[in-house]
């Protein structure tokens, strides 16, 4: 009898499957062409987030699971792992057919995003936090990912303060590992997003060596009774100085 191929996986491996997992089948969904837009994002939605938590509680029965699109499993506000998930982030992008989106899960162990996958399926790619590299040179000039439909102005006025080209991107998860990936140098975010949103890439962009904090320098906290997490800076270690500077001068005081 063939085994299972997600048994016995430690978690980062899981992780990686898992996000796999649900990138093939978003793939394949979009590929049938029964469905576009936002009607193919919903169903996209819907069928990756049923496989990942069918996933997590065959594999990890005790573990609790934050997800953007269900209700809470198991006990999370006491829990000491919690599973975040976001089974398709940038629905909007999957929807248009464009390649900057991403499936997103991560293991946060007492608040802290320690282990996470963030799939690029449309690149065939998994990034992972068990397998950093070294990364890339930076750009020259730098280079800022910000939203291709609402960058927001705090990062619009940090990019002209560092010379930095603006390079628009879809969803969270494209942005952070475009950082990652060295597509990319500093990702500042100041707008409304969720834990779901940057718990998966910041695992993997910290497990890669790049700077992740909020922007008033705090530690980005995880599985908080309200998900809310709305501002943080990913960016090259040695560019995190220049930028909180930049953010300073900018920032208008009251």
């Known amino acids: 009898m063939p085994s299972d191929p997600l048994a016995r996986r430690d978690d980062a491996a899981l992780a990686a499957e898992i ?4 990138g093939d089948y978003l793939c394949s969904l979009r590929d049938r062409q029964e469905l576009i837009g936002k009607a193919l994002g919903a169903a996209g939605d819907e069928g990756a987030n049923q496989r990942i938590i069918e996933m997590l509680r065959r594999e990890r029965p005790d573990d609790a699971i934050l997800s953007e699109e269900c209700a809470d499993v198991g006990h999370r506000a006491s829990a000491r792992r919690v599973w975040i998930v976001d089974p398709l982030d940038g629905t909007r992008e999957y929807g248009e057919g464009r390649d900057d989106w991403a499936v997103h899960v ?31 040179a930076a750009g020259n000039p730098l280079r800022m990912v910000v939203s ?4 927001a102005k705090e990062a619009v006025a ?9 390079v628009p991107m879809g969803s969270a998860g494209a942005k952070a590992m ?21 718990a998966a890439p910041v695992a993997v ?3 890669f060596g790049l700077y992740c904090a909020r922007l008033d320098g705090s530690p980005m906290r995880y599985n908080s009774a309200d998900p809310s997490l709305g501002d943080f800076l990913i960016c090259r270690a040695e560019l995190a100085d220049l930028v909180n500077d930049a953010m300073e001068k900018t920032t208008p005081h009251s």
Do not use: C, F, K
Request: hydrophobic share 50%; no cysteine; aromatic share 4%.
């Open 158 to 166: 940090v990019a002209e303060a560092l010379g930095a080209v603006l």
């Open 19 to 22: 996000a796999a997992i649900a």
């Open 178 to 198: 475009a950082v990652v990936r060295g597509q990319a140098d500093i990702y500042l975010h100041s707008g409304g997003q969720y834990e779901w949103d940057n």
């Open 205 to 207: 962009a910290s497990a």
């Open 148 to 151: 291709r439909t609402r960058p």
């Open 106 to 136: 991560a293991l946060a162990l007492d608040g802290i995003a320690a282990i996470g996958a963030v799939a690029l399926p449309s690149l065939g790619t998994v990034m992972r936090s068990d397998e950093p590299s070294p990364l890339p």
